[in-house]
């Protein structure tokens, strides 16, 4: 399966971003999908967490109650909408397709997009 994240870009802190991964190759609904990022400097670290039906989700500590995850199987896209952006959230976002719960980023992981947040 190939995933391609897009949407990234330059906002405010307090501000709201939407990033996109379509994915081609192989339908979406037979993986668990999710979102890591990795920071300058930074190992990459999990974000948050949707499963095949998109019926749960899981989210990283740090994002929790700001950030939502959601897919669109038809579509072949998984969305995280992001708001009350930090500086800190300041990342690379890769989207990624996983047998695993919470989903891991060894399985297939596509090209990121870039996330800047201006304090």
């Known amino acids: 399966v190939q995933l391609q994240a897009s949407g990234g870009g330059l906002v405010q802190a307090g501000g709201s971003l939407s990033v996109t991964c379509a994915a081609s190759?192989?339908?979406?609904?037979?993986?668990?999908m999710g979102w890591f990022r990795q920071a300058p400097g930074k190992e990459r670290e999990f974000v948050a967490g949707?499963?095949?039906?998109?019926?749960?989700?899981t989210y990283a500590d740090s994002v929790k109650g700001r950030f939502a995850i959601s897919r669109d199987n038809a579509k072949n896209t998984v969305y995280l909408q992001m708001n009350s952006l930090k500086p800190e959230d300041t990342a690379v976002y890769y989207c990624?397709?996983?047998?695993?719960?919470?989903?891991?980023?060894?399985?297939?992981r596509g090209q990121g997009t870039q996330v800047t947040v201006s304090s």
């Open positions: 949707v499963s095949r039906s998109g019926g749960a989700t």
């Open positions: 190759g192989r339908f979406l609904s037979a993986y668990r």
């Open positions: 990624v397709a996983s047998n695993n719960w919470p989903p891991r980023d060894d399985d297939y």
